[in-house]
Nanobody, 115 residues
Framework: QVQLVESGGGLVQPGGSLRLSCASS????????MGWYRQAPGKQRDLVAT???????NYADSVKGRFTISRDNAKNTVDLQMNTLKPEDTAIYYC?????????WGPGTQVTVSS
């Protein structure tokens, strides 16, 4: 089991930036992959960005060039830097920790992009 806790969400104007952070109760290298997903109202939960144990990153096409995932090995945290935010980025953002096909999730943090 693992406890994942997200922080850093909030309300931001279009074009602005936010930095989300996910704190893990376990060593993040226990997992094949850490990541961020998001779910907008009435929609399915979609991948935003992932980083695997080797440090390889993967991004949804919609966020490439705007979002950056990173990790702090000493603190067991995974961050998501979000720049040039758009209204369509509005969603609940969830941290994930995956071992093989098993996902662990945090409770989520709300990100709202609106003027």
């Amino acid at each position: 089991q693992v406890q994942l806790v997200e922080s850093g969400g909030g309300l931001v104007q279009p074009g602005g930036s936010l930095r989300l952070s996910c704190a893990s109760s376990r060593n993040i290298f226990d997992f094949n992959e850490m990541g961020w997903y998001r779910q907008a109202p009435g929609k399915q939960r979609d991948l935003v960005a992932t980083i695997n144990v080797g440090g390889v990153t993967n991004y949804a096409d919609s966020v490439k060039g705007r979002f950056t995932i990173s990790r702090d090995n000493a603190k067991n945290t995974v961050d998501l830097q979000m720049n040039t935010l758009k209204p369509e980025d509005t969603a609940i953002y969830y941290c994930s920790a995956r071992i093989l096909r098993n996902f662990n999730w945090g409770p989520g943090t709300q990100v709202t992009v609106s003027s």
